[in-house]
């Protein structure tokens, strides 16, 4: 092999690397329009990818950690919820088989403490999960090109 043969292989190489990260760049342009768009405007123009053998990690972390998001964001609007309380209560009072009375109770109450930082909390919470989830959507367009 001469030099000038190993040459043409390096300047090859070199190309089909440079035409591959420009493909990349392309796919994360297309998923960065088709976002920013809102739907999938753009998915028609691409060839759906067959989907591949088993689960990529990065996918299901961002999967978990959508979820967690999402179970803050409940959380956070839980808070913001009045608390109502149910007690009921039956009892007797004999001082023999004869004598004594019978005595009832039936008691409802409601609690609610609003806060603003509970709100800014919850709008924060309800942010990071739109955050997640969009995130997610992008990895995975990303992923299915």
Do not use: C, H
Not at 63 to 80: D, F, I, K, S, V
């Amino acid at each position: 092999m001469g030099s000038g043969d190993r040459l043409t292989r390096a300047f090859r190489a070199q190309a089909e690397a440079g035409v591959a990260e420009a493909r990349q760049r392309l796919a994360s342009a297309r998923s960065g329009l088709s976002l920013l768009l809102g739907g999938e405007a753009l998915q028609a123009a691409s060839a759906p990818l067959p989907e591949a053998q088993g689960t990529r990690g990065d996918l299901e972390a961002l999967r978990r950690q959508t979820e967690a998001a999402r179970a803050g964001a409940q959380a956070a609007q839980g808070a913001l919820k009045p608390e109502v309380g149910l007690t009921a209560g039956l009892g007797t009072a004999r001082y023999t088989w004869t004598e004594g009375g019978n005595w009832s109770q039936i008691g409802l109450g409601a609690k609610w403490t609003f806060s603003f930082s509970d709100l800014r909390k919850a709008s924060a919470a309800k942010a990071a999960a739109r955050a997640a989830e969009l995130g997610l959507r992008w990895q995975e367009q990303q992923a299915g090109r």
